[in-house]
């Protein structure tokens, strides 16, 4: 089982164990998030930050969203939830502003070194375009437009809160069967068509014409779903089209396998599927990982999708 601390204008303080605990992590959502329910020690209402253990290293950093204190009978039990770092970003505002060639450092010391984050993994070469923060934008999404546009995929902020701009770049493989590194006790194999998306209409010249057109090679051609990009007027690109169209076939298959045992691995990880039933998968990778513990033991429930 993890084990907890939690950190206050006192220091660090350990929790007791854990009575039960549900940690998140999803490819598509910046924050990691934990729920955590404890036997009630004196001080852990005065928690700011709380820190999940695996063995001595650190899987879990975030900022303590609730504390909800319960009382039943002769028994007081306290619930804490909290978001790791990238949840930081999520809740404040950036300041408007412009950027020409901005570099990596830039963004960094101006975005996420004043929410306490330490130093950055990627290069810092600039980006050579425009990029302009708006009004109401929060400073996840300077962040992760910077890095979209410059490497042309999402940033990650791990769960111990590591920053990195061009995502996992570990290239261990994770390998699940019965007589691989990973078993599992149940596994579902998910296509779902209809979230294929089969062509892009785009509008690249004035009038009302979306006369441009990019199809989905990996699309059924007896099955016809469409959507509308506006290139001129729209803040749409043929990038914006061929993002929906990879979008809609990462979104078209899934596994998912129930795993009797603690999995702390990265989203984002690389992975393959050794089944003799579902069939073997090479290409794959870790959309989201669902961790519980309590009275009936451990179990993590992976989401694999394929990398297009």
Known sequence: MLSFRITTRQGEKLLPSPIAVVYNSEFSVPADDVTLEIPYVKGCEDGDFLLGYENSSLVFKGQIDEIVTLKSSNKITVKITARSMAGILLDNEAEPCIYFNASSSVIFERHLKPFGFADFE????????????????????????????????????????????????????????KNESYDYTSAEKKIKRYKVISEVRLKVVQGNRYGSAIKNSLADTRLVRRRYVDALNGGGSVGTADRIIKKSNENAFEVVLTCPYRLMCEVGRKAKLRDETLGSFDGLYVHKLRYTSDSSGEKTVITLKKEI
Request: charged residues 25%.
């Open 122 to 177: 990627g290069d810092n070469e600039p980006y050579f375009g425009y990029l302009k923060i708006s009004k109401g934008m929060s400073q996840w999404q300077v962040f992760e437009n910077y890095c979209v546009n410059k490497y042309g995929r999402s940033p990650r902020i791990t769960g111990d809160g590591r920053v990195l701009l061009n995502g996992i770049s570990d290239e261990e493989v994770l390998c699940f069967g």
